[in-house]
């Protein structure tokens, strides 16, 4: 009789995931709350410390365009294994001390989370493909739970060490060599890469309109989600609200943002079309925004729909990448194309909106500009949440671009 290998168990390979998840967003949302400390201790003007926030968003679009060729080239478990070492890496040497190592590591960390955010759906696809749709609401719980975790835990960490925001910082290092201790028993698996199927090239998915509104639906959650998560406390403390309110509510948000996929998982796994959930979750960001923006005396409501409603757009659109697609490779690049553009509007989001706000003078049109987003976020779930796949009707062959490629 064959003996069982490890990675052959499926609650090993699924508690792996889901460890691997806790690190795709911790390290990062570890640090915002100590951006203060680090700006005294550093001397950082604004500029540089916008270029710190942003700089994580634009290493997650960059990544996400080599993930998938990483992957064909050394295989999904390999890369994930090698996207948390990387991490874990980018995270010790921004916790050195020094202006340089600070933005060098931080662009180090999020190169690795890239790789972990564009893969885990195509494994997700691979592995459990019956199930990947309401794993993905699992996973993205996890995800947002330790990322809330992370954020409520970094200051008390920088104050109970002499070395303040560096202490704070280098502890986040456990997320990712946890999660690669966890997933060492996947390194056993034998070598197997993202490989092309039907004779179609997944590159072609750029050509797909409806990898394009898959696409623009994720893409234009991010930049709301983004914009609050840089501006909410500012936009509260303006409002009127204590600095130490507005803490509180912004953790509000990112802790909202994780309830939808409670709901969702089961939801989509009964659901062949989305259509009304995508529809939904960007009507409650709609809410969120014109509430903040119109009745501020009702901010604490409001946040709460805004935490509601990007945690389901985000949820819904990395399960729009496996349900929107028939195999893994495929769901690698619809991963790829997504989050890359998705990630570069994001990042401008924050800046766009903060420059926006210096020449209205006030936070009510930058508000209603992302209630104006959510609208079309609402027409693009349309297409995106239709019983649909993205390789149907794609021009590009494997005799072609493909083989070029």
């Not at 926030?53 to 679009?61: G, Q, R």
């Not at 989305?274 to 925004?289: I, K, P, T």
């Not at 959510?374 to 297409?383: C, E, G, K, Q």
Request: net charge positive; hydrophobic share 55%.
């Amino acid at each position: 009789m064959t003996k069982t290998k490890l990675y052959q168990i499926p609650a090993i390979t699924l508690a792996g995931i889901l460890i691997i998840a806790m690190s795709l967003r911790a390290p990062i949302t570890g640090i915002a709350p100590a951006i203060g400390l680090i700006r005294d201790s550093m001397h950082l003007s604004a500029p540089a410390v916008g270029m710190l926030i942003t700089l994580p968003l634009l290493a997650f679009a960059a990544g996400s365009l080599g993930a998938p060729a990483l992957a064909r080239r050394i295989g999904i478990e390999r890369s994930l294994f090698a996207a948390m070492m990387l991490l874990a890496f980018g995270v010790l040497v921004r916790s050195t001390g020094t202006s340089f190592c600070l933005f060098a590591g931080t662009a180090m960390a999020g190169a690795g989370i890239s790789i972990g955010n564009v893969l885990l759906p195509s494994l997700l696809k691979r592995d459990f493909p019956q199930r990947a749709a309401g794993l993905t609401a699992v996973y993205v719980l996890v995800l947002s739970v330790a990322a809330s975790a992370a954020s409520m835990i970094a200051v008390p960490l920088a104050q109970i060490s002499a070395s303040t925001w560096q202490f704070s910082s280098a502890m986040f290092v456990l997320f990712p060599l946890l999660a690669a201790l966890a997933w060492t028993p996947q390194l056993a698996r034998p070598h197997a890469v993202l490989q092309h199927a039907s004779g179609i090239s997944a590159h072609c998915v750029w050509r797909s309109p409806l990898a394009w509104h898959v696409t623009l639906y994720l893409g234009i959650n991010s930049f709301v989600f983004y914009v609050c998560i840089g501006w909410l406390p500012i936009i509260l403390q303006d409002a009127g609200y204590s600095a130490q309110r507005a803490g509180t509510l912004h953790g509000l948000l990112q802790l909202m943002s994780a309830a939808p996929a409670l709901v969702l998982g089961p939801l989509l796994r009964r659901l062949p079309d989305q259509r009304g959930l995508g529809g939904l979750s960007a009507l409650l960001s709609l809410a969120g925004l014109v509430g903040l923006a119109a009745w501020p005396r009702w901010n604490d409501i409001w946040v709460g729909l805004l935490g509601l409603g990007t945690g389901a757009g985000v949820m819904l659109g990395l399960a729009f990448v496996t349900l929107r697609t028939t195999g893994p490779q495929f769901a690698a690049a619809l991963s790829s194309m997504a989050q890359c553009v998705g990630y570069l509007l994001a990042a401008g989001g924050p800046v766009l909106i903060g420059r926006l706000h210096d020449a209205t003078g006030g936070w009510r049109t930058p508000l209603l500009l992302c209630a104006l987003l959510s609208i079309a976020m609402a027409v693009f779930a349309r297409s995106a949440g239709r019983n649909a796949h993205v390789e149907h009707g794609l021009p590009c062959r494997l005799s072609g671009a493909a083989n070029a490629a």
